[in-house]
Each structure stands twice: as structure tokens, then as C-alpha cells.
């Protein structure tokens, strides 16, 4: 790919370039990172796929919530990001002033926040009923906020009022009704699809002055999905993501640290398989029809 802008950071997926008049060019690669180390080998499409799930629940739920998605079509793209390679994995978006927090909502317990639960009967410092089951449903959609952490540390579950600390009461419930509708609103749907979405996170940030949704939106790397017909409360299902490395690497006698182990072909086609899968069920499109 060629792509004559200036380069602002590199993330274990994405790359972001300077776009200029306050706009931003995300791509979308095909690296994939299991317990915050990233892989040496690649997942063919993985970032079309990212791309594609991400515009279509822009789309679906513009209704909503703004976001910051100005087109994914190359020709929009600024002079020196027109390469036809970009089509289908970048997203030219408004630069936005992002929140310090991550807005994660849950559904189901499942992940750190059943961790918690086992430990302390609460989560994310709030206490929750005795008896709850792994992978259980949550009485009600809950919004579960958590730090940014620098690249290479984990993010800290934190409660709501330290989420207040962070951004403002205003800011917070905001943030806090904005996540819950869309979790809710998209939930309903992959329900009707087969598919549960356990927790998801979202990232949000100001754009002349209104509370946008950025980067990326119920996507693989962002959420739990799982297949209706596989939950049973007290297991967890297979999900709709990179499942199939995180289960090898944990057959490994390995640190989680870097370097990481080579990862077998069968893995990354399953990952593969699996993306492709919750985009086409979600979506009601064919991937292969995605630029």
C-alpha cells in the first residue's frame, strides 16, 4: 500500500495517518494481537473485515449516535491515500478529541468482570446478586467503564464514579446513555440473528463540540459474540473472534509476552472462518461482496 501522509501512530491493528483539516485516515491491517502481544503472522482480511462490520453498524445506527465516519470510498480519500490497496480497510473519518475511558457495556458476566465476581461478589465495584453463573444475562444492560492504558499495560476496570472523576458528571451520563442505547439497539438485532453480543466496548470522543462514536463499533476485536444456540449459563460459548489462537496459545508453556509462538494454519483459518461468519449474519451481505 502507498500512502503519502504523515504517520501518527501505529496500533496493534490500526495505523493512522493525518488526513489534514482535521480529518484522520484509519487503516485497518491484518495483524493480529491475542493477550496484548501481537502475532507474527497475519490474518488474511482480517482488517476488511473490521472495516466492514464497523460501517455497517455506522450505518445501521446513525439514528443513534453520530460518528465520525466520512466515507470509506478511496476516491474521498485525500490526494496521497487514493491507492486502490486501501479500498475496503480504511476509514477517512473527523479527527476527534477522544475520552480518557473506555465505555464498556455488558450484558452477559462474563471475562474480567466474572473474575471480579468470583473474587468479591461485585462488578466493576457495584455488588450484583449471590448465585450468579458464568456467561450468565445481567438483569439489565450495564455500562462498565474502564481507563486507557498505555500501549503494553491493561486497561483498569473502574467504576462509574471514577469515570465521573475522569471526564464530568455531564460527560459521563452521556457517555453512559449514548453506549447503553447502541449496545441495546444492537443487541436486539444480532439476537435476531443468532448471535448474542456478551460485552462490547466503545470508543468515544468530541467533534465540534458533540459526543461522537469513534474508531471502530461492534466489531470482532471489540465485542463477545456468541452463537445464540451454543450459550448455556454456567460455560462459556465460542465466539465470533480469535478464539481459535487464544485457545492454542493457551495449550503453550508461554509467558504471553514477546516474542510470540508461530501460529498454526488451522488457527488463523478458523479465526478466518469465524469473522467472516458473524459479518455475514450481522450484515445480511456477502463479504465477498465488500471492496
Known amino acids: 500500500m502507498s500512502i503519502d ?11 493512522i495517518y493525518d488526513g489534514g483539516d482535521d480529518t484522520l485516515l484509519i487503516v485497518a491491517s491484518d495483524r493480529l494481537s491475542a493477550f496484548d502481544v501481537v502475532m507474527d503472522e497475519p490474518v488474511p482480511n482480517k482488517g476488511r473485515l473490521l472495516t466492514a462490520i464497523s460501517t455497517f453498524w ?30 475496503g480497510r480504511s476509514m477517512y473519518v473527523r479527527k476527534a478529541e477522544m475520552l480518557p475511558v473506555e465505555c464498556i457495556v455488558r450484558g452477559y458476566i462474563t471475562g474480567s468482570a466474572w473474575k471480579e ?31 486507557k492504558a498505555a500501549d503494553g499495560l491493561h486497561d483498569e476496570n473502574i467504576t462509574y464514579e471514577q469515570a465521573v472523576d475522569l471526564i464530568g458528571s455531564d460527560l459521563a451520563e452521556q457517555a453512559r446513555e ?9 443487541a436486539q438485532w444480532a439476537a435476531e440473528r443468532g448471535i448474542l453480543i456478551a460485552d462490547t466496548k466503545f470508543e468515544l470522543g468530541i467533534v465540534d463540540g458533540e459526543l461522537v462514536v469513534a474508531d471502530e463499533m461492534l466489531t470482532f476485536d471489540s465485542s463477545r459474540f456468541w452463537p445464540a444456540d451454543q450459550w448455556h449459563p454456567g460455560s462459556t460459548p465460542p465466539s465470533f473472534d480469535k478464539q481459535p489462537v487464544r485457545d492454542y496459545l493457551e495449550t503453550l508453556d508461554w509467558d504471553k509476552t514477546p516474542p510470540p509462538p508461530p501460529i498454526p494454519d488451522e488457527a488463523i483459518a478458523d ?15 456477502s463479504f465477498a461482496d465488500w471492496p
Not at 5 to 15: A, E, I, N, S, W
Not at 72 to 79: I, M
Not at 135 to 146: A, D, K, M, N, R
Not at 271 to 285: D, F, H, N, P, V
Open 5 to 15: 501522509l504523515p504517520h501518527l501512530y501505529r496500533g496493534k491493528v490500526r495505523d
Open 58 to 87: 455506522f450505518d445501521h445506527l446513525s439514528d443513534l449516535a453520530p460518528n465520525h465516519l466520512i466515507s470509506t470510498d478511496v476516491a474521498d480519500f485525500p490526494e496521497g491515500a487514493q491507492d486502490p490497496a486501501l479500498a
Open 117 to 147: 465476581y468470583e473474587q468479591s461478589g461485585s462488578m466493576h465495584g457495584t455488588d450484583l446478586p449471590d448465585g450468579m453463573l458464568k456467561s450468565q444475562q445481567l438483569p439489565e444492560p450495564v455500562f462498565t467503564p474502564s481507563t
Open 178 to 186: 449514548m453506549t447503553l442505547s447502541l449496545y441495546s439497539a444492537g
Open 271 to 285: 479465526t478466518i472462518a469465524r469473522y467472516t461468519e458473524g459479518y455475514e449474519k450481522l450484515s445480511g451481505k
